[in-house]
């Protein structure tokens, strides 16, 4: 069985602040763990993951994420917002290929 | 990189008729096809496991009789909302597997009127 629990439906930040989203997984097995970002009426766009091998990831967009097996947690994190990370953002685990999503984030991005 | 394809990328059909949605994976062969369905601020969830040359695997809760699953090749996954209700009316994403990772395709949103 596998899940995930994302700290926090709602993160609003201020254009060029750090950006953290919580993310923290339940698996039986070891997990593949993935951020994804949905724009509006879009589809998902992958911006990490993790598959056992570097435990901080760096993805697309400056954006990069620690995988902390002790703590269960995979937070996602961009040292310097920009206005057009404003998205829903996604984690999920997955397991041969069948994915298990958090309830996501949306981030607001202020001028 | 690899890439799934939906079609179509959006449709709008009255209530009671059927709606097919096809799911391709463009230059990888994939045994295993999934079904999301995301209602709208909500997140995805998983409808259904979808095998090429075998019977999908349903989660619970979702109607097999209702969503109809056909992967009859290794490329293509359709499904197929049959008597379709307004209730229906969500954003239905497919992903592909491929040895090495999993892709998703770009979501098909249905509106049932």
Not at chain 1, 16 to 34: D, E, K, T
Request: with cysteine; charged share 15%.
């Amino acid at each position: 069985a596998q899940s995930v629990t994302q700290l926090g439906s709602h993160v609003s930040v201020s254009e060029g602040a750090l950006v953290l989203l919580r993310c923290n997984y339940s698996s039986s097995v070891p997990p593949y763990l993935f951020w994804y970002v949905q724009y509006p009426n879009q589809g998902l766009q992958l911006l990490l993951k993790y598959t056992s091998a570097a435990t901080l990831v760096k993805g697309i967009n400056g954006f990069e994420a620690e995988f902390k097996k002790s703590e269960t947690s995979f937070h996602l994190t961009k040292p310097s917002a920009h206005m057009s990370d404003a998205a829903e953002y996604f984690c999920a685990v997955s397991h041969a290929g069948k994915s298990t999503f958090g309830d996501g984030t949306t981030l607001t991005v202020k001028p | 990189g690899a890439v799934v394809s939906q079609h179509p990328s959006w449709v709008i059909c009255k209530s009671g008729t059927s709606v097919k949605i096809e799911c391709r994976s463009l230059d990888f062969q994939a045994t295993t096809m999934f079904w999301y369905r995301q209602f709208p601020k909500q997140s995805l969830m998983l409808m259904a496991t979808s095998n090429e040359g075998s019977k999908a695997t349903y989660e619970q809760g979702v109607e097999k009789d209702k969503f109809l699953i056909n992967h009859a090749s290794l490329t293509l996954s359709t499904l197929t909302v049959t008597s379709a209700h307004p209730e229906d009316s969500s954003f239905y994403i497919c992903s592909a597997r491929s040895p090495q990772e999993q892709y998703f395709g770009p979501g098909t949103r249905l509106t049932v009127t």
